[in-house]
Nanobody, 122 residues
Framework: VQLQASGGGLVQAGGSLRLSCAAS????????IGWYRQAPGKQRELVAG???????NYADSVKGRFTISRDNAKNTMYLQMASLKPEDTAVYYC?????????????????WGQGTQVTVSS
């Protein structure tokens, strides 16, 4: 199973971007998902997440501006970002807890996408 993130780029402050993260591979199901970010010199932090039960949570710094969602039919997760600020500049990573099935067994692991750069200019 692999996660492929896309959608990053350069945007002016106040602009919007939508990040996507598609899962691919053999038979699997996606449980909890999340978007993280890491700015230069800082630790990776959780931006938004959806639990396996469907509840969402957001970092205080992005509440009201970012929206996380998922399309189970497409095995894809999204992060819609609006009213972007220069402090949102970071590499954004998608993360998913995925259960995959092989030869009658199931395996649950944590997967990361490759990261996509978001740069917000002032």
């Amino acid at each position: 199973v692999q996660l492929q993130a896309s959608g990053g780029g350069l945007v002016q402050a106040g602009g919007s971007l939508r990040l996507s993260c598609a899962a691919s591979g053999s038979t699997f199901s996606i449980n909890a998902i999340g978007w993280y970010r890491q700015a230069p010199g800082k630790q990776r932090e959780l931006v938004a997440g959806i639990s396996s039960g469907g509840s969402t949570n957001y970092a205080d710094s992005v509440k009201g501006r970012f929206t996380i969602s998922r399309d189970n039919a497409k095995n894809t997760m999204y992060l819609q970002m609006a009213s972007l600020k220069p402090e949102d500049t970071a590499v954004y990573y998608c993360n998913a807890e995925i259960t995959y099935y092989s030869e009658g067994y199931s395996y649950t692991n944590d997967y990361w996408g490759q990261g996509t750069q978001v740069t917000v200019s002032s």
